[in-house]
C-alpha cells in the first residue's frame, strides 16, 4: 500500500483528527458498506435496480476521475499491464456483486442479506484451500462449520429442510451467489497490481460501469427501457443512488485505506467482519425492519465462528 498520507499529528484540524483515528476509520468502513444494502432495500419501488447500478458506476467514476488523475499518471504502465485482472475485478466484485444485491432485495429482507454476507470469509477460505492449499486450523474449520449452519439457517428462516425441497427464497439465493462473486474477486486480489489505491478504485469503478451497461442491454430490458425509468424516479431513488455512489463506493474504501496504513492489514482485516453486524442494525433502524428469533440463532452463530477463525489466524500470526 502506497503511504502518502499525512502522518497523524501533522496537520491540525477535524480531517486531521478524523484520519489520525485508525479505529474510528476502520469501524465507519464496514458501516457504509451496511448502508449498501439499506439503500438497495429502501430503493425497492422508488428506482429501477439497474438504474440505481448504472448510475452509482458512472457517479463514482466521475468522482474518482478528479481524485485518482495525480496517481494514474505514475501508475499508468502498471495498470495497462495489469488491465485484465483490474476489468476482472471491476466486472465480479463491483458491477455483478451489486446486481445481485439490488435485485436480491425485492425478494428478502436486508437482515437476511447482512446476516448472509457472512458467507464470504468462510467462501474465501475454502477458497484458499481448495486453490491454494492454504491449510485451515482446527479452530478455522470449527468456525466455518458454524458460520456455514449460521447462514444456512437464515437463508432458509430457521427451516433448514427447505434445502431438500428446494424451496429457498429466490432472495436469498441471490445474495448467496454474490457472496460466492465476492469470494472469489477476494482470492485473486493476490493479483491486483501495486498502485495508488485511488489508480485501482478508479480502473475498477470504469470496469463496473462498462459491465452495468452490458447488464442493462442482456437482462435489464435495454438501454432505452432503462433511460424511460428516469423520469419516474422519487426523491428517495435519487438519495439512494448519492448514497451508494459516494459512501460504499468512495469513503468506504478511503477509511479503510487509511486504517490499513495506520495499523496493518492484519489488524484492520477483522473489522470487515462488522458487516453483518452493522447491516443488520441499520436495517433495523432505518428500515424498520423486524428482528426474528431465527435472525438472532444465526447471528450468535455467525458470530461465533468468525471470532473462532480470527482467533486462529490472529495467534498465529503473532507467533
Not at 488523475?69 to 455483478?96: E, I, Q
Not at 448519492?242 to 477483522?270: D, H, K, T, W
Request: proline content about 5%.
Amino acid at each position: 500500500m502506497t503511504k502518502q498520507q499525512p502522518a497523524p499529528g501533522r496537520d491540525h484540524g477535524p480531517l486531521a483528527l478524523i484520519t489520525g483515528q485508525p479505529y474510528l476509520l476502520l469501524v465507519l468502513a464496514p458501516i457504509f458498506w451496511g448502508g449498501n444494502l439499506v439503500a438497495g432495500k429502501a430503493a425497492v419501488g422508488q428506482i429501477d435496480p439497474f438504474l440505481l447500478l448504472v448510475g452509482r458506476w458512472f457517479g463514482a467514476s466521475l468522482i474518482l476521475i478528479v481524485l485518482a488523475a495525480p496517481h494514474m499518471k505514475t501508475d499508468w504502465p502498471r495498470v495497462r499491464a495489469s488491465m485484465f485482472w483490474l476489468v476482472f475485478y471491476g466486472v465480479l466484485g463491483f458491477a455483478t456483486f451489486n446486481i445481485l444485491m439490488y435485485s436480491s432485495a425485492y425478494h428478502t429482507a436486508a437482515i437476511n442479506a447482512s446476516i448472509e454476507q457472512a458467507a464470504i470469509p468462510v467462501l474465501v477460505l475454502l477458497g484458499n484451500f481448495l486453490v491454494f492449499k492454504v491449510r485451515a486450523k482446527l479452530l478455522q474449520v470449527v468456525g466455518l462449520v458454524l458460520t456455514i449452519i449460521g447462514v444456512i439457517w437464515v437463508a432458509t428462516h430457521g427451516d433448514p429442510q427447505r434445502i431438500l425441497a428446494l424451496s429457498m427464497n429466490i432472495g436469498d439465493g441471490m445474495v448467496l451467489a454474490a457472496c460466492l462473486c465476492y469470494a472469489i474477486y477476494s482470492l485473486v486480489l493476490r493479483y491486483r497490481p501495486d498502485i495508488h489505491w485511488l489508480s485501482f478504485m478508479f480502473v475498477t469503478a470504469l470496469a463496473a460501469l462498462a459491465a452495468s451497461l452490458v447488464f442493462v442491454v442482456f437482462i435489464g430490458g435495454g438501454i432505452p427501457r432503462v433511460l424511460a425509468a428516469i423520469p419516474q424516479t422519487t426523491l428517495i431513488g435519487w438519495v439512494c443512488i448519492g448514497y451508494v455512489m459516494i459512501f460504499p463506493s468512495i469513503m468506504a474504501q478511503l477509511c479503510y485505506a487509511r486504517g490499513v496504513e495506520l495499523v496493518g492489514p492484519n489488524r484492520a482485516s477483522i473489522f470487515i467482519n462488522l458487516l453483518p453486524i452493522t447491516g443488520t442494525v441499520l436495517s433495523i433502524i432505518i428500515l424498520g425492519e423486524r428482528l426474528e428469533m431465527f435472525h438472532l440463532i444465526s447471528a450468535v452463530l455467525v458470530v461465533a465462528g468468525i471470532a473462532l477463525s480470527e482467533y486462529t489466524v490472529r495467534s498465529r500470526a503473532m507467533r
